[in-house]
């Protein structure tokens, strides 16, 4: 299945679309901005993070991936005004037998308890099930995020277990509590 890179999911207050080449300021003020808080949960971040290097080198994989069907990266912005609220990415996505992916994604401070990320997971798991044919999606947050919890079981995920040392987040190998949502099944 060949998705459009001019995909865009709606929300009642958001809309997810594809990262392009005019949104690397608004990309790198937000993550700058938002460094201390985003950067305890992710893999390290490169020497020249949020350069214009960075960001083609980062374009540059996500439009290959996405042509591949193997991993789709959204910007999250506020219908309202256009503002980037943050990002959010479908990747390792697998076709049957498993028809499932992992989902990430991460968000600027300054939006913090709004509750927006629950709403675009909520549409991009939807848009997921519905265009992609996804059975499963999957994610894993390191056990002490509890915001990362409650937007998770907040849009219908259920925790599987715990992965020893499943992912390098800030310079060292981390613990992390799996998640799992199953596509809604009308004979259910």
């Not at 913090?112 to 848009?127: K, N, T």
């Not at 907040?154 to 599987?160: D, L, S, V």
Request: hydrophobic share 45%; net charge neutral.
């Amino acid at each position: 299945m060949s998705v459009p890179l001019d995909t865009v999911i709606v929300s009642p207050r958001l809309m997810l679309t594809a990262a392009r080449r005019a949104d690397y300021a608004d990309w790198a003020k937000v993550r700058g901005d938002s460094r201390a808080y985003i950067e305890p949960w992710e893999p390290s971040w490169p020497p020249d993070a949020l350069s214009r290097r960075d960001w083609s080198r980062r374009l540059s994989a996500w439009t290959a991936a996405w042509r591949a069907g193997t991993a789709y990266v959204f910007l999250i912005r506020r219908q309202s005004d256009e503002a980037l609220v943050g990002g959010l990415s479908f990747t390792h996505v697998r076709p049957w037998p498993a028809e499932s992916a992992s989902l990430g994604y991460w968000q600027g401070a300054a939006f913090e308890g709004q509750g927006y990320m629950r709403e675009a997971v909520q549409a991009a798991c939807d848009w997921a099930f519905g265009e992609l044919g996804l059975a499963r999606i999957e994610a894993g947050i390191v056990p002490e995020n509890a915001r990362s919890r409650r937007v998770l079981e907040g849009t219908g995920f259920a925790e599987e277990g715990r992965a020893a040392a499943y992912l390098e987040i800030a310079g060292t190998r981390r613990d992390h509590i799996l998640f799992g949502l199953v596509r809604p099944q009308p004979d259910r």
